[in-house]
């Protein structure tokens, strides 16, 4: 299939709206069906020996569970860490704060688009940018420009995007099944459309000869990209 990057319903609803906010909840049922916090959280635990990281920054961080679920699998070696959830909207849980702190970390929402707060962050070291079904609603060209300004401002990047094959192209269709709203079962089919394969990502990302990238499927339905700076 060749990407095609559409519009999602869940962008454009309000973020109180009903179907919304029982599409959030639909997600956070997905992400652990998909294990993306464990992927995730491996991947940061591999590229990030001894939980060495002083921020890590979710784009697009939606309610920001996602980023929780990983905080809470990375155990106390992470103990410390501040967790930056950028998103354009105001969807935050107001009970996340409070289960970041008990999971030793420290979190502050930040409420702009991702290519704009990361033209005015600037690079630390230990920064770690991560996204969780986020790069995939962007068309190569406003993409390359969003992982350009990531590779700016850190030295480690991890994303979970939909992977573009035939299984979760199939699965995606029958969300029904498990009772996803009408919002969730027709992004899933964009979102899929819009995901990636082989090594897309790779091809967008700048400088390559000063990182050490990794691209692959992730389980079942997922695909993973990791870009380390080298040292």
Do not use: Y
């Not at 995730?40 to 060495?52: D, H, K, S, T």
């Amino acid at each position: 299939m060749n990407r095609i990057v559409l519009p999602e319903l869940l962008d454009e609803l309000p973020p109180e709206a009903a179907d919304a906010r029982r599409s959030r909840r639909d997600l956070q049922r997905l992400n652990v069906w998909m294990g993306h916090a464990g992927i995730m959280a491996r991947a940061l635990r591999e590229n990030r020996p001894g939980g060495q990281a002083q921020r890590v920054v979710e784009l697009g961080a939606g309610d920001g569970h996602f980023l929780l679920s990983v905080a809470q699998r990375l155990n106390g070696a992470w103990a410390g860490t501040q967790a930056i959830l950028v998103d354009r909207l105001r969807v935050a849980d107001g009970a996340v704060g409070g289960q970041f702190e008990r999971a030793g970390w420290r979190a502050r929402v930040e409420l702009a688009e991702a290519g704009e707060w990361l033209r005015r962050a600037e690079a630390e070291t230990g920064q770690t940018v991560i996204s969780n079904l986020f790069f995939h609603q962007f068309p190569a060209e406003p993409l390359a420009e969003l992982l350009r300004l990531a590779a700016k401002s850190a030295d480690l990047v991890v994303a979970v995007e939909p992977r573009r094959t035939w299984l979760p192209s199939l699965c995606g269709r029958l969300l029904w099944v498990i009772g996803c709203n009408r919002v969730t079962r027709h992004d899933a089919r964009i979102s899929i459309r819009a995901g990636f394969a082989g090594g897309e990502l790779t091809a967008l990302w700048p400088e390559r000869e000063r990182w050490r990238l990794t691209e692959r499927p992730a389980g079942l339905f997922s695909h993973l990209f990791i870009a380390r700076r080298k040292e």
